[in-house]
């Protein structure tokens, strides 16, 4: 065998972490040896690089798992709004009116509204529960948070398993709501612009998704 087989060989071998034998040829012992010195400081060298890379990279890793972690008052994939800081779902626009914007979130169980152009009324109204059966909160044209100018909207929670609100007025109109819906919603909120000058809501009607009818309120 040549002192290239012998190299080789060894190379392959789990002895090269050990010290080469005595007996091998001096020259494969030499090249053996330099080999398990390059050998060990390549592992130094790959062990430093990742010692270096935790102490550098640590605090940014750990600032961006706590970046992670939400305010307790906030639902979680929330960033805070502005409008309103202590909401605890997404701020959605209900209707935007002559240039004024009528806002709604929750404030966990509390609903609330209000418009940019009014700043002084209370804008949370009160808990909100899912397993209340029908209308549970229902704002009534010219309430302070939504009028805007002369335009009244009527506003109100969508009542559990109905997907439509219907307001008819006394004259025989009637609007479709919209529906909003947002992350931390409660329920969703419905929302219609009416022409109040001339008459006045008869009733609210809920709907299911067949259009069947499945709960209705006057107005208080």
């Known amino acids: 065998m040549t002192d290239g087989d012998d190299l080789r060989v060894l190379l392959r071998s789990p002895a090269l972490r050990l010290e080469p034998p005595a007996d091998l040829a001096q020259s494969v012992r030499r090249r053996a040896r330099r080999q398990r010195l390059q050998t060990r400081a390549a592992a130094a060298v790959a062990a430093a690089a990742a010692v270096a890379a935790v102490l550098l990279l640590g605090p940014a890793v750990i600032d961006s798992v706590d970046g992670l972690r939400n305010d307790p008052g906030q639902t979680a994939g929330l960033q805070p709004d502005r409008r309103a800081p202590a909401a605890t779902s997404d701020v959605v626009t209900l209707q935007s009116i002559n240039g004024a914007d009528i806002l709604t979130w929750y404030e966990r169980s509390d609903w609330c509204t209000v418009t940019t152009r009014v700043h002084h009324n209370k804008a949370c109204l009160g808990p ?52 909003v819906r947002g992350a931390g919603f409660v329920l969703p909120v419905w929302s219609v612009l009416v022409d109040d000058r001339r008459t006045t809501v008869d009733y609210y009607a809920a709907l299911d998704g067949n259009g069947t009818e499945i709960d209705r309120k006057a107005p208080s």
């Open 128 to 179: 909100v529960d899912a397993r209340h059966q029908g209308f549970g909160w229902v704002l009534a044209p010219r309430s302070p948070s939504l009028t805007v100018d002369t335009s009244h909207v009527v506003a109100g929670v969508l009542p559990p398993g109905a997907v439509r609100v219907i307001v008819h007025m006394k004259n025989g109109h009637e609007y479709d709501a919209a529906v």
